[in-house]
Structures are given as C-alpha cells and as structure tokens.
C-alpha cells in the first residue's frame, strides 16, 4: 500500500471512530508497523489535520473536525458512473470489483441528490456480454506487469500458427471490444502486440526484468506518437501536392 493511500485510510478510520483507535490496531489492520503508524500519524498531524492523542495510548480526530465535501456536478458523478460500468463489462472480476469499490466510496461522500444518479442515470453500459475479450489470465498479466516479472505464453496468431514467447509484459489496451498485452518479445528482441483471447497458456516465471528506457511502455507510446505524427505530416503533404 502506497503512503498516500495508507494515510486515506487512517484519516477514515479515525473519521469513522468515535472513541480512540491505539497504534497497534491500525497497524493490524493495515499491515504495517507500529513504528509506520507513529510516523504517519505525525506526518496528518504537520498536515493540520487535529488528531488527538499520544503513543501508547490512542488516536481519535477533534470533534468539530470534518472532511470537506467532495464537490462534484451532475455531469461529473454521471462521468464516474459511465467508468466504472464500462470496466464492470469489459475488465476482469478484480478490476471490476475495484472500480465498483472506489465508486461507492465517492457516492458516501456525496449528498442524496447526487447519489440518486446511481439509480436513475440514462447512460448505461450493457453487461450481458461481459469480459469479452478478456481471458483468466488478465489478472495474472496485470499483476505480473506490476512486479515487471517475465512471463511465458503460448499464443495463436491471426493465421492460427501457434508459438512460445517469453515476454515482458509492459502494459495492456482496450480497444473498444478486445484487450492486448504490449510485451517485449525476447524471440523477436522487439515490442510486440499479443491479444488477450489468443493466449492458449500463460505461467509467470521466477524471473524479473528490470526498468530498460529503450524496453518501456513509455519508449513505446513515445515511437507510436511520433510514427503517427509522420504518417499525418506524409499525409497533408500527399493531398497538397495533389
């Protein structure tokens, strides 16, 4: 859990409290140190969030203290919601469930009218063909782009000829109604594109890769940008000089 998210969550655990909440079962229930939990405790603190309290004994928050209000509008909230439908019907059942979390922690935070829209909002994303294009591996593969751990994968081309890839899995798309891996292929030493319901096998290998500026998801986009950039400037030049 990173800093930023483990201060979100004691700053809410203390909200949600009336009486003191002690180091150690913070601790206990978000997997860290005590020691974490002094330093994060004093760091809200220099924040000028009103904890009281001391080590040893507790934490509670002032009582006049509150949160301000999330302030979004209709189109924002409606914004949220068309989201998190659309990876409830296209992404893979932890995804999924992760988005349907993160939305109901903003929707407690609004007022009534604004959380109505949940119920009553015409923009809907059908999900009676869900997770098209999305295979039992994606939750390994995203994982695995995450630790930057190689995998290794069987995988059917277009012509449906079969092959054996260990690949560095650098980052996933949708398309609209198909996910892809981007990967560096070590077979053909360069990027390559597999999608996500041609992979027959996957396996996570006990082998990492490390950060390579010239093997990145960012080197990729950076070449795709600029490949793009040309084909349009070939493009404006050919129809000028028709």
């Given at each position: 859990?990173?800093?930023?998210?483990?201060l979100?969550?004691?700053?809410?655990?203390?909200?949600?409290?009336?009486?003191?909440?002690?180091?150690?079962?913070?601790?206990e229930?978000?997997?860290?140190?005590?020691?974490?939990?002094?330093?994060?405790?004093?760091?809200?603190?220099?924040?000028g969030?009103?904890?009281?309290?001391?080590?040893?004994?507790?934490?509670?928050?002032?009582?006049?203290?509150?949160l301000?209000?999330?302030?979004?509008?209709?189109?924002?909230v409606?914004?949220?919601?068309?989201?998190?439908r659309?990876?409830r019907?296209?992404?893979?059942?932890?995804?999924?469930?992760?988005?349907?979390?993160?939305?109901?922690?903003?929707?407690?935070?609004?007022?009534?009218?604004?959380?109505?829209?949940?119920?009553?909002?015409?923009?809907?994303?059908?999900?009676?063909?869900?997770?098209?294009?999305?295979?039992?591996?994606?939750?390994?593969?995203?994982?695995?782009?995450?630790?930057?751990?190689?995998?290794?994968?069987?995988y059917?081309?277009?012509?449906?000829?079969?092959?054996?890839?260990?690949?560095?899995?650098?980052?996933?798309?949708?398309?609209?109604?198909?996910?892809?891996?981007l990967?560096?292929?070590?077979?053909?030493?360069?990027y390559?594109?597999?999608?996500?319901?041609?992979?027959?096998?996957?396996?996570?290998?006990?082998?990492?890769?490390?950060?390579?500026?010239?093997?990145?998801?960012?080197?990729?986009?950076?070449?795709?940008?600029?490949?793009?950039?040309?084909?349009?400037?070939?493009?404006?030049?050919?129809?000028g000089?028709?």
């Amino acid at each position: 859990m990173r800093k930023a998210e483990r201060l979100f969550q004691i700053l809410n655990m203390l909200r949600n409290r009336r009486t003191v909440l002690t180091a150690q079962q913070i601790a206990e229930e978000l997997a860290v140190s005590e020691r974490t939990i002094y330093r994060d405790v004093q760091v809200l603190s220099l924040s000028g969030v009103p904890i009281e309290g001391e080590a040893g004994v507790g934490y509670r928050l002032q009582r006049h203290f509150q949160l301000p209000p999330l302030m979004f509008d209709q189109d924002e909230v409606e914004a949220l919601l068309l989201g998190v439908r659309m990876i409830r019907a296209w992404s893979d059942r932890q995804l999924a469930a992760s988005a349907s979390s993160a939305l109901h922690k903003i929707l407690a935070c609004l007022p009534p009218h604004l959380r109505a829209l949940e119920e009553v909002s015409a923009i809907q994303v059908p999900d009676y063909q869900q997770q098209m294009g999305i295979t039992p591996y994606s939750e390994q593969i995203r994982k695995a782009i995450k630790a930057r751990q190689k995998i290794a994968l069987e995988y059917e081309n277009a012509k449906q000829e079969n092959s054996q890839r260990c690949v560095w899995p650098l980052g996933i798309f949708f398309w609209g109604n198909t996910w892809t891996l981007l990967g560096w292929c070590e077979l053909r030493e360069d990027y390559r594109v597999f999608r996500l319901d041609r992979i027959l096998s996957f396996m996570a290998l006990d082998d990492y890769f490390a950060p390579a500026p010239q093997r990145s998801l960012e080197h990729y986009l950076e070449m795709e940008r600029n490949r793009y950039q040309d084909y349009m400037t070939h493009k404006a030049q050919s129809s000028g000089n028709a």
